[in-house]
């Protein structure tokens, strides 16, 4: 295991030792390559039959599944004790862009219906500024007719570009979410007011939710390059 591999376990193990609550009863688990080890940890808890945990996609039913854990669902379990999740950036202020994976609402939806939200990453997730590490644009899930109108309002808006994100080699056309939804990533740049940023884009007629996560959580982890773990708290 690389030094930047062991230390994002470590991060996620210290995540979970630090804020898991002794007796929780409904935990939200997210994705990615680092709270793939937060579910392996929260795996480990000699009272993982006392508690369900709650999936933001499929990918984080599949950690629940395989680390033995009770599966259920938002639906039926709306208040959380935690939840814990990666980012695809962090700012100081624990302001966070999310949606790489394309799972960004159900992503928001499980971290907000949480009494905590803790953040797992890499050294390479943190940022003094969100849009100055991640320069893919800011995720943003849409209804898949308004795409075209959605494109000039963002452009409007101040976007440098936008593009509808499309499925890859493995699909023709755009990726769909697990909404049914299409994504678009819009390029601002350096974004200085992340809320104010965000109430506008969310304000348009046709987006279902951004990918730009502010005042939702209250501390993050990350595995440095050196394999030693760090941490940011708000």
Known sequence: ??????????AAYKAVD??????AKYVGIGSGSTVVYVAERIGQLKNK???????TGFQSKQLIIDNGLKLGTIEQFSDLDIAFDGADEVDPQLNLIKGGGACLFQEKLVAVSAKKFVVVADYRKKSDVLGKQWKQGIPIEIVPNSYVKITKDLKSLGAITVTLRQGGKAKAGPIITDNNNFLID???GEVKDPVSLHNKIKSLVGVVETGIFTNVASVSYFGEEDGKVSQWTV
């Open 186 to 188: 819009a390029d601002f």
């Open 49 to 55: 039959d006392s508690f369900i945990c709650i999936p």
């Open 18 to 23: 630090d804020n898991f609550p002794p007796h």
């Open 1 to 10: 295991m690389s030094l930047v591999e062991e230390a994002k376990k470590q």
